[in-house]
Each structure stands twice: as structure tokens, then as C-alpha cells.
């Protein structure tokens, strides 16, 4: 007998099986201690594999559960993630349109404080800075009308003067560069004085208030206004607020510092006005 025919065959098993199945109808049949006496042999043997298999089965089914339930709470977890995503990408919008808002807002306010000047709003979006040069980039241009020498405002007060215009965009030197000079007076008295960039001063939040003859009535606090000499400068702008005036040495002038009203750290929007001043000392 090779061994392939050593080997049950399907057909084996089941006879078997209809064997045993013919034995316990028999033995059932017989009586029913004998069968009382399978059905506890049966149960003694088969019980503690059926409790075992409901507690395999339970255990399955629990997991399953646990992990049905944590797959849910993954699903719902992205969600709430895309959301907040997306509502923080509305708030981030809307705190921008606030803001620009606000800046229309202090232009529009601007234009009523200087109603004279005819003026043209416009964004920074770039600047320059070194150690004694601070320049700012504007978005209008040429193609807007801009031109050298045009004032720049904002925040109520002076910022500088454009001196280079390009096509959709232009220069504008600001007050606290170190080349930059302003002529000045008291708005009470009408007393002449000089404002003068520095940068390194202005990173104590001033300027330089010089050239006022001793007797000038201007002392600390005192409001300074761009004067009606300046080439460059139109009459009656803000600059900036005396501070510390002292006499000089030689006696016969005086001078100090001068705290500007425009935040330079913080430029977002400003005015430029499109009218030329026509003639001047400086």
C-alpha cells in the first residue's frame, strides 16, 4: 500500500461522521439514564468549550466595537480639523478686511483734518532701511499721477516726500532719514525752527528741533507745523511735538528734539498730495 492510499479520504470522514451520528441515536434511544449519562458527558466536555468560545466571541465583538467607535472618532476629529481650518482661515480674512477698513477709515479722517490738498490714497509695500537711510515703497506711480516732490501723510502727520516715481509704484523718503530736512514752526507763535532725521535718535521715538533763535517762543509740547518756506514742504502739515528745548552754548539759539506724530514702525496706508509746493527757501 503506497501512501497516498494510507491517507483519509474525504468519503472516510464522512462515514464517520454518519457512524458516530447513528451511535448517539442508538445510545439516545436506549434509554434514558444511558442518554442522561451522554448528554452530561457531552455537556461536561462541550461546556467549558461553548464558554470559552462566547467569551473569544465576545471579546471580538467588543474590539470590534472599540475600534468601529475609534474609527468613528477619527473621522469626526478631521472633521472638526478641516472645519477649524476653515474658520480660521475666515477669521484671518476678515481681521484683514477690518484692518484695511481701518486704514480707509484713518485716510478718509486725514483728508478731512487737510481738505485743502487735493490727495491720492496709496499702500506701503516695501521699504528700505540702513544706517542713516529710511525709505518707504508705495503702489502708485506714474500711471496714477504721482510725481517727485509730491508730500506724503498719514497718521495725521508728515512722512516725507516721494523722490523717485516708476510706472505703478514710487519712492518716498522718509522724515527720519538722516539727509532729510524740514522747516518747521510753532502753530501758537509762528516761530521758524528745523526738523532733522536721525535714525539713530529716532530709535529713542525722536527727532532733532534745531536752529530756533533763544528767544523763539516755542517750548516743550509745543504743536510744529511744516513752515511757508520750504520748497518742498506744503504749509501747515503736522510734524511732531517739542520736547526737551534747551538754550545752545553760543547763547543765541536754542534746541531739542521733536517727538513725530506718525508712527513709523506701523505704516500701512498713507496719502499722497498730488500739489506741488511751488517755490521756497528749502
Not at 498719514?154 to 522718509?174: C, E, F, K, M
Not at 530709535?203 to 507745523?225: P, T
Request: charged share 25%; proline share 2%; with cysteine.
Amino acid at each position: 500500500m503506497n501512501k497516498k492510499d494510507s491517507q483519509f479520504q474525504p468519503k472516510h470522514i464522512f462515514l464517520i461522521l454518519v457512524i458516530v451520528c447513528v451511535l448517539l441515536l442508538i445510545l439516545s434511544s436506549v434509554s434514558s439514564r444511558i442518554n442522561s449519562r451522554v448528554r452530561s458527558t457531552i455537556n461536561t466536555v462541550l461546556m467549558p468549550m461553548q464558554n470559552g468560545m462566547n467569551k473569544i466571541g465576545g471579546f471580538i465583538s467588543d474590539k470590534a466595537e472599540e475600534i468601529s467607535e475609534l474609527k468613528d472618532v477619527r473621522d469626526r476629529n478631521e472633521d472638526l480639523e478641516d472645519e477649524l481650518a476653515y474658520l480660521r482661515m475666515e477669521v484671518a480674512k476678515y481681521q484683514l478686511q477690518e484692518k484695511e477698513l481701518d486704514s480707509y477709515k484713518e485716510l478718509l479722517d486725514m483728508k478731512d483734518e487737510y481738505p485743502d490738498y487735493p490727495t491720492i490714497g496709496a499702500h506701503i509695500i516695501g521699504e528700505n532701511s540702513t544706517n542713516w537711510n529710511k525709505t518707504v515703497l508705495i503702489d502708485r506711480g506714474a500711471n496714477d499721477g504721482i510725481s517727485v516732490n509730491m508730500n506724503v501723510i498719514a497718521q495725521g502727520g508728515l512722512v516725507g516726500i516721494v523722490t523717485a516715481v516708476y510706472s505703478n509704484s514710487a519712492t518716498v523718503r522718509t522724515i527720519i532719514d538722516h539727509d532729510c530736512m524740514v522747516g518747521g514752526m510753532s502753530v501758537i507763535s509762528g516761530d521758524s525752527c528745523i526738523v532733522r532725521g536721525d535714525l539713530e535718535i529716532y530709535e529713542e521715538g525722536m527727532l532733532i528741533l534745531e536752529k530756533m533763535e533763544k528767544d523763539a517762543d516755542i517750548y516743550d509740547d509745543y504743536k510744529i507745523v511744516t513752515d511757508n518756506k520750504s520748497s518742498l514742504y506744503l504749509p501747515g502739515i503736522l510734524i511732531g511735538y517739542a520736547k526737551n528745548i534747551t538754550g545752545d552754548s553760543n547763547s543765541l539759539t536754542k534746541s531739542g528734539y521733536l517727538t513725530p506724530v506718525v508712527d513709523f514702525s506701523h505704516l500701512d496706508s498713507v496719502l499722497v498730495i498730488t500739489q506741488l509746493k511751488e517755490n521756497g527757501e528749502y
